[in-house]
């Protein structure tokens, strides 16, 4: 499966952005699927992840209750809702998809396929 991410941008603190992940070559249905983000000097970390029917959820503590990730199967497309975003938010953003067990989800060794990564940056 390929996958291509896109809608980063920049915006100011507090702002809102939504980034998509497509997928082509195969069903994300069939993946359980996640955001890592890599800000500039810094180790790739977990965001988000959801599960292959998109029923269950997993956030990094950072972001929970500002993010939002959802899967919407029809367009084969992930998406990450990011409200109220600061500048430690600011970073690249990967989507990734994986056919691990759920508990690997936090771990970006588990992941086979990736996108090229979207560019956030908060700032005022």
């Known amino acids: 499966v390929q996958l291509q991410a896109s809608g980063g941008g920049l915006v100011q603190p507090g702002d809102s952005l939504r980034v998509s992940c497509s997928a082509s070559g195969g069903s994300l249905s069939t993946y359980a699927t996640s955001w890592f983000r890599q800000a500039p000097g810094k180790e790739r970390e977990f965001v988000a992840g959801t599960s292959r029917n998109g029923g269950s959820t997993l956030y990094a503590d950072s972001v929970k209750g500002r993010f939002t990730i959802s899967k919407d199967k029809a367009k084969n497309t992930v998406y990450l809702q990011m409200n109220n975003l600061q500048s430690e938010d600011s970073a690249v953003y990967f989507c990734?998809?994986?056919?691990?067990?759920?508990?690997?989800?936090?771990?970006?060794?588990?992941?086979?396929?990736w996108g090229q990564g979207t560019l956030v940056t908060v700032s005022s």
């Open positions: 990734a998809a994986t056919k691990a067990v759920w508990s690997a989800m936090r771990d970006s060794r588990a992941y086979l396929y």
